[in-house]
């Protein structure tokens, strides 16, 4: 149940990653990586899980094929192996619905709608705007980033600029979450206040961590950036 209550912000608008922070479709994205590293004989390290996490498709191929010392391909041999785990993907995400919303976020939503906040969607997927409609939730959102025309994947701030950008806000007018080191990387790159989800440890770049999204609060949240943009200390970890 939604319990925020409105109050004045200099905040006016939100910018989600996709995989791992509205819905866990990032194991769909592993498992997929992982069923095209056994087709190519790479056997994955566990660390590798890490490594993928927000990367964009070419830059995640890139990463697997490393692991598998196979960086020979031809730009041809590497779209056909892309679309290959895309494949895999799409057939496992089909069955996704709105359960798939992970913990917290379908209030967290709600309250920003609530508070008149506006909503992007910052997702190296090429696939966010089929999940979101799987999950209905596609019509909160004012925009999404495509990312097939990006210059540059996460870490690189271009994503979170181009979704700030949709929203017609400046970059001290936006809250982004993330819940991978490179996008909290590209975030901050941006001049945005990082959400950081998971352990505060690995995201300490971040503005403010919380171990998962059921501890995401609206209230929270604009409290610390409304003390960040006061020039207090704005830092805090919950947990």
Same mark, same amino acid.
């Given at each position: ?40 004989? %790479? ?57 798939? %919303? ?27 705007? %089929? ?65 950081? %989800? ?42």
């Amino acid at each position: 149940m939604s319990t925020w209550r409105g109050g004045m912000s200099m905040l006016k608008g939100l910018l989600f990653d996709l995989d791992g922070v509205l819905t866990d479709s990032a194991k769909y994205h592993l498992q997929a990586w992982g069923e095209l590293a056994k087709k190519l004989n %790479i056997t994955l390290p566990e660390s590798a899980n890490d490594e993928l996490r927000g990367r964009s498709r070419l830059d995640s191929l890139n990463v697997i094929l490393k692991f598998g010392n196979q960086q020979y391909y031809s730009e041809q041999q590497k779209k056909e192996f892309m679309d290959t785990k895309n494949r895999i993907y799409l057939h496992l995400i089909r069955a996704m619905t709105p359960q798939d %919303i992970l913990p917290g976020i379908t209030d967290l939503l709600a309250d920003a709608q609530g508070a008149g906040l506006r909503m992007a969607i910052a997702s190296a997927s090429r696939n966010a705007p %089929i999940i979101l409609n799987q999950l209905g939730i596609a019509d909160l959102f004012a925009g999404v980033v495509d990312p097939a025309t990006l210059i540059h994947g996460k870490p690189d701030p271009e994503i979170y600029e181009r979704a700030q950008q949709l929203l017609h806000l400046r970059a001290t007018e936006v809250t982004a979450f993330e819940d991978a080191v490179v996008g909290v990387q590209a975030i901050k790159g941006a001049g945005q206040f990082a959400v950081g %989800i998971g352990n505060k440890h690995v995201l300490r770049q971040a503005d403010y961590v919380v171990p998962t999204t059921g501890d995401l609060r609206l209230s929270d949240i604009i409290a610390n950036f409304d003390s960040r943009n006061n020039g207090k200390e704005s830092r805090q970890i919950h947990g």
